[in-house]
């Protein structure tokens, strides 16, 4: 059992070996994530990238808000490990679980009868409507495995093991892109094999999560007894919670939006903009994987009352959101006509080139911004201030929308980019004073 307690120990060390698996994992599940776009372009047409592209915001707001609620609970879960309190990480588990299988059959349902009155919201075109709510409507039905999966890779992340988890997904993502390779490149199958491919990868990394705990982490294993809702614990949970799924809801409702102006401007743009936003993944999911370690840094910290370690931890994990940037921004620079070449061919590839590289060849520099937000993010997030993680973000997508519809119309796609720079810097804005202000009460109250 890889758990680690990170209230002691060298911290630099600590934040490294728990984040660097986290960014392996998602740059490889992004890598996943990427593949399925580029087979649905170059394999089925610049349709179903197309289709990929509308689907991908809502999929997003399904992902992220189970992964809030799983992240509210995994806070606490750090605690109580911290704290050194094993019954109620128990406890704790057993409660995002059963609540977790009845909140996402609801889920799942509603996204079933809403999908085609959503997609009309989103004003998209006639000729993909089809094509894309059956896409959705398949990926919905895949909606407690995703719950299921990201709840004990909560429970797994709180105890310190990152490792774990991501190798099921990791898993589950290369058993996806060889069900593509074969039943849409061999077999000819069109975008339904796509999403039903998904689902089952989804399934697969759920059922090895729970084959690992009650193989290998006692602390994890729940008796039959254990099983059952303690229901103060699930007011505390979905206080933190629901807080962190509408903080973590904001950003897909926000690509919803902008995806709604984007829908106007053409397939083209539609089928690049889905491809640098697979493209902005590599920068952002990396970014808040290191956010994740920092709050779980400080979480456990926090149980254990060593405030000086809090402080010190998120220094250096700032510290390591800059190095990324500098990656990340030389890797877009350097690449991104031959990467956006990989996403489409045949007459209109040129086109949808050059449009992307025009996006990129902006946000490279602007990635540094959300780094920053990040880290921040993550301190706040691991010292319980969940409510400030999620005014921040609305601050910050509310300007993004807005901004987005007032400069796509006049500058295209380089608008986006912009306008995602006006929301990070308001972000920080109201960050920077307020971390300055929460450092300060933690050292008072250690004097």
């Not at 605690?79 to 990480?89: D, S, T, V």
């Not at 059959?105 to 059956?134: F, H, K, N, Y």
């Not at 993502?173 to 339904?192: E, P």
């Not at 350097?334 to 992307?356: C, H, K, S």
Request: with cysteine.
């Amino acid at each position: 059992m890889a758990a680690v307690n990170m209230t002691e120990g060298s911290i630099p060390r600590q934040l490294v070996s728990y984040a660097v698996p986290l960014i392996v994992g998602n740059l490889f599940q992004l890598t996943y994530n990427a593949a399925d776009s580029v087979i649905a372009g170059r394999l089925i047409g610049k349709q179903a990238l197309a289709a990929t592209g509308m689907a991908s915001p809502v999929m997003n707001l399904l992902i992220l808000g189970i992964s809030g609620i799983c992240m509210g609970a995994g806070v606490l879960m750090s605690e109580y490990f911290g704290a050194g309190e094993q019954e109620r990480l128990r406890r704790e588990v057993a409660t995002t679980l059963l609540f977790g299988l009845f909140f996402s059959m609801a889920v799942a349902l509603a996204g079933i009868v809403c999908a085609v009155p959503l997609l009309r919201l989103l004003q998209a075109p006639d000729e993909l409507l089809s094509m894309t709510t059956l896409y959705l409507r398949i990926i919905f039905l895949g909606a407690p495995f995703t719950y299921f999966y990201n709840a004990l890779a909560a429970a797994l992340k709180s105890v310190g093991d990152a490792r774990t988890p991501l190798r099921f997904l990791m898993l589950s993502s290369v058993f996806n892109i060889v069900l593509d390779l074969i039943f849409i490149g061999l077999l000819g199958f069109g975008i339904i094999c796509s999403a039903v491919t998904t689902v089952v990868a989804e399934a697969v990394s759920a059922v090895l999560s729970i084959g690992y705990i009650y193989r290998r982490v006692p602390m994890l294993q729940l008796r039959w007894c254990e099983w059952c809702i303690d229901r103060p614990m699930l007011r505390q949970t979905l206080r933190y919670g629901l807080v962190t799924a509408l903080q973590q809801a904001c950003q897909p409702v926000g690509k919803l939006l902008i995806q709604g102006t984007v829908n106007t401007l053409g397939v083209d743009v539609i089928a690049a903009f889905n491809a640098v936003t697979r493209i902005d993944d590599f920068a952002f999911t990396p970014e808040q994987s290191i956010a994740h370690g920092i709050t779980t840094f400080v979480a456990q910290n926090r149980g254990a009352g060593q405030y000086r370690r809090v402080q010190e931890g998120l220094r250096i994990g700032l510290w390591l959101e800059a190095a990324y940037w500098v990656i990340i921004c030389s890797a877009v620079l350097l690449l991104r006509y031959p990467v956006m070449g990989l996403f489409v061919r045949g007459e209109d590839a040129q086109t949808i080139i050059v449009i992307g590289a025009q996006y990129l060849g902006t946000m490279a520099f602007f990635y540094l911004l959300p780094a920053f937000t990040n880290g921040m993010q993550g301190f706040v997030r691991g010292a319980g201030q969940l409510h400030i993680t999620l005014l921040c973000t609305f601050i910050q997508t509310a300007l993004r929308v807005i901004c987005t519809a007032l400069f796509a119309p006049r500058w295209g796609i380089l608008g986006i980019s912009v306008a995602c720079a006006v929301g990070w810097s308001a972000m920080l804005l109201f960050e920077v004073p307020y971390c300055v202000r929460l450092i300060r009460r933690q050292v008072q109250s250690t004097t």
